[in-house]
């Protein structure tokens, strides 16, 4: 059926639609949630499903019945109206119903975001002047002594730290002033021993050069993101996007999420962040909103690109990342994973394409 309909363009990329339905369909959609409520319903004297409709009415309320019997109006038609506009929407429409009575037309407005339209700047010639901008020499990935030297001294320093605990099994703080780690005496000898300690090496020179390729292979890491982040930001100033508000606050949740997990994993609490931080959740959601935005914005950016270049992810790969995410999070919803790990895989091979 062709549904009646009456749209309106709101800014920043939000639209408001004002629909009609024909009075049967709520009466269609009453009678399903009456049934729904009859086959859960316990009545003396009655078989459980076939309780008449009265006493349904009279357990149950006709204000329940109508709510129930809006939800499934809703949920069975507002998907075709999507479908019938060809709409993009993105996140969650807010729904109120504005006219609700049994031999009546029902009518409902919708607000929501749809992904906004915007023209893509020339990405690759972007990338390729973003990158060059980017100077590095061989000097950039040598090696000082110094730095293999550091690493040496935290080893050490863990090794004592480990080993005190061993001595000290009824010590579970880490606060224990006694043991002073940045005098030369609390240390372990920088030798074969401590090398084969540390984990599967020869000896120390063993444990020296793999200190030196993770360090070069961590200067390496720091330069591709160095590139990347010249990329994304040229990107960020060339392109015009009105963003939609859902998407600023998607990010944002997902922005705290994160900091409460780091903040978990680290042993502390979350208010008491807050209350050593001085400030309010509110307050910190403020601090997240420029970043935010580049975040939303990029996302978009990257979403287009991938369109245009007919990029998808290894199904192989998804698969099995999601099976990895599922391992680890079993609450999670499979759903959400999926796209979770979609997402990072097709903005791996935007970048990719963009650096090349």
């Given amino acids: 059926m062709e549904y009646q309909i009456k749209i309106k363009k709101l800014p920043k990329s939000e639209m408001e639609l004002e629909v009609f339905l024909p009075a049967d369909f709520l009466l269609t959609a009453r009678k399903k949630a009456v049934e729904m409520f009859a086959s859960s319903l316990e ?45 993009d929407i993105i996140g969650q429409p807010q729904i109120s119903i504005t006219k609700l009575a049994l031999g009546n037309p029902v009518e409902f407005k919708a607000i929501f975001a749809i992904a906004p339209l915007f023209e893509l700047p020339d990405y690759k010639k972007i990338a390729t002047k973003a990158i060059s901008s980017v100077k590095i020499s ?29 001595k000290n099994k ?8 006694e043991l002073d780690l940045e005098k030369e005496e609390n240390l372990p000898k920088l ?14 020179n063993d444990l020296k050069e793999k200190i030196k390729q993770n360090i070069i292979e961590e200067k390496k890491a720091k330069n591709i993101e160095k590139k990347r982040a010249g990329i994304m930001g040229e990107l960020l100033k060339n392109t015009k996007i009105d963003l939609p508000d859902i998407l600023v606050m998607s990010e944002t949740e997902k922005s705290l999420a994160q900091m409460k997990d780091d903040i978990k994993k680290a042993g502390h609490k979350y208010d008491d962040y807050l209350a050593q931080a001085k400030k309010t959740e509110e307050e910190l959601k403020k601090d997240f909103k420029e ?23 290894d199904k192989y790969i998804l698969e099995n990342e999601v099976k990895e995410v599922m391992k680890h999070y079993p609450e999670a919803s499979e759903v959400n994973a999926r796209i979770y790990v979609a997402t990072i895989l097709l903005n791996s091979a935007v970048l990719k394409l963009l650096e090349s």
């Fill in 170 to 177: 009824n010590q579970n703080t880490h606060n224990h002033p």
């Fill in 291 to 313: 970043s935010s935005e580049k975040k939303a914005k990029i996302q978009l950016i990257f979403n287009k690109i991938a369109e245009v270049e007919k990029l998808s992810p």
């Fill in 138 to 166: 061989a000097e950039d990935l040598e090696v000082t002594d110094k730095e293999v030297a550091e690493v040496l001294l935290q080893i050490r320093k863990n090794k004592a730290h480990f080993d005190w605990h061993q």
């Fill in 191 to 204: 030798d074969d021993e401590l090398a084969k300690a540390a984990g599967n090496f020869k000896n120390l």
């Fill in 43 to 87: 009545v003396s004297g009655f078989r459980k499903g076939h309780i008449p409709e009265n006493i349904v009415v009279e357990k149950i309320g006709e204000s329940k019945i109508l709510e129930e019997a809006t939800d499934i109006l809703l949920k069975e038609h507002f998907s075709k109206i999507v479908e019938q506009e060809k709409l």
